[in-house]
Structures are given as structure tokens and as C-alpha cells.
């Protein structure tokens, strides 16, 4: 629009330019908030009980810290004899028995680790394979030194 009709609109307004200036509104009027009024509401229809301290969670919480404050302040000490440590003493097995259990233990602990050593560390005996073992049977008996009998009477070829 040209200056001069803007001029001239603002000067003597038609009935045009008054509806469309009252037509006209900014964006962030309040034009749409009539859609908006129940778009993402939720209700909870749900009834929730009361918050309080006086459920029986909290109760035994409070009996157990209780009972533990007694047993700290009532308990006797380490060194005072009471029916409980005469019966764990009674119960308990001695220290001699559990002294030879554990040597015999560490007897065969040794044994089998020997054993193991023994059977990992074993080799096959050494065998010399020859590639010809029919040259056995084939020497001269006039190749030999003097003084040197060679008796070949008890080798024996092996045959995989």
C-alpha cells in the first residue's frame, strides 16, 4: 500500500478500512484462548491416604531402634559370662579337632599336587625312528674294527 492511501485511509475511513483495522489483532491476543481452557488437563480420580508417621512401617522402625539403643546400653561386655556364650562355648567344636583337619587337609593337599606335578610333567620314552629300519638286518660283517664282534641277534624291529 502507497503512502498516499494510507494517508488517506487514516484521513476519511470507509466503512472497509474500519472493519478491517477492528478485524485485525495481534497474535498474542487472547482471540484463542478459548481453545486452550481444557486441552492437556488431567484428573486423578484416585484417593490417596494421608501422609502420616503412624503406619506400621514407621511403628516397627521405631520399636527396632529402640530395642537396638536397650541392646547397646544393656548388653554385657565382651568379657562377662552369660548364657548365651556358655552355650556357644558348649557347641562350639575344639580347636584341636579343627588343628588336625586342617594338617590332614594340607597332607593330601600335598600328595595331589604331586601326583599332578608327577603326571604333567611326564614324557614318552625317547624312540629313535629310523626311516630305513630293513638296513638293520643288512650289515657286513666286514665292515666291523678290529677287536669289536657285533651281535645285531636281539634287535628287534618295531613295525607301527
Given at each position: 500500500?502507497s503512502?498516499?492511501?494510507?494517508?488517506?485511509?487514516?484521513?476519511r475511513p470507509?466503512?472497509?478500512?474500519?472493519?478491517t483495522?477492528?478485524?485485525?489483532?495481534?497474535?498474542?491476543?487472547h482471540?484463542?484462548?478459548?481453545?486452550?481452557?481444557?486441552?492437556n488437563?488431567?484428573?486423578?480420580?484416585?484417593?490417596?491416604?494421608?501422609?502420616?508417621?503412624?503406619?506400621?512401617?514407621?511403628r516397627?522402625?521405631?520399636i527396632?531402634?529402640?530395642?537396638?539403643?536397650?541392646?547397646?546400653?544393656?548388653?554385657p561386655?565382651?568379657?562377662?559370662e552369660n548364657?548365651?556364650?556358655?552355650?556357644?562355648?558348649?557347641?562350639?567344636?575344639?580347636?584341636?579337632?579343627?588343628?588336625?583337619?586342617?594338617?590332614?587337609?594340607?597332607v593330601?593337599?600335598?600328595?595331589g599336587?604331586d601326583?599332578?606335578?608327577?603326571?604333567?610333567?611326564?614324557k614318552?620314552?625317547?624312540?629313535?625312528?629310523?626311516?630305513?629300519?630293513?638296513?638293520?638286518d643288512?650289515?657286513?660283517?666286514?665292515?666291523?674294527?678290529v677287536?669289536?664282534?657285533?651281535d645285531?641277534g636281539?634287535?628287534?624291529?618295531?613295525r607301527?
Amino acid at each position: 500500500m502507497s503512502l498516499a492511501r494510507a494517508a488517506g485511509a487514516v484521513v476519511r475511513p470507509t466503512q472497509r478500512a474500519g472493519t478491517t483495522i477492528i478485524q485485525r489483532r495481534a497474535a498474542s491476543s487472547h482471540s484463542h484462548d478459548e481453545h486452550h481452557h481444557h486441552h492437556n488437563e488431567h484428573h486423578d480420580a484416585n484417593e490417596y491416604p494421608p501422609e502420616v508417621f503412624n503406619t506400621p512401617f514407621w511403628r516397627r522402625a521405631a520399636i527396632a531402634a529402640i530395642g537396638a539403643v536397650a541392646f547397646y546400653k544393656y548388653a554385657p561386655a565382651p568379657g562377662d559370662e552369660n548364657p548365651i556364650a556358655k552355650y556357644v562355648a558348649r557347641m562350639m567344636t575344639p580347636a584341636d579337632v579343627w588343628k588336625n583337619i586342617s594338617f590332614k587337609h594340607l597332607v593330601l593337599s600335598a600328595q595331589g599336587s604331586d601326583e599332578t606335578l608327577l603326571v604333567t610333567d611326564a614324557k614318552p620314552p625317547v624312540v629313535h625312528r629310523y626311516r630305513f629300519p630293513q638296513k638293520l638286518d643288512m650289515y657286513s660283517p666286514h665292515a666291523q674294527p678290529v677287536g669289536l664282534k657285533l651281535d645285531a641277534g636281539d634287535v628287534v624291529v618295531k613295525r607301527d
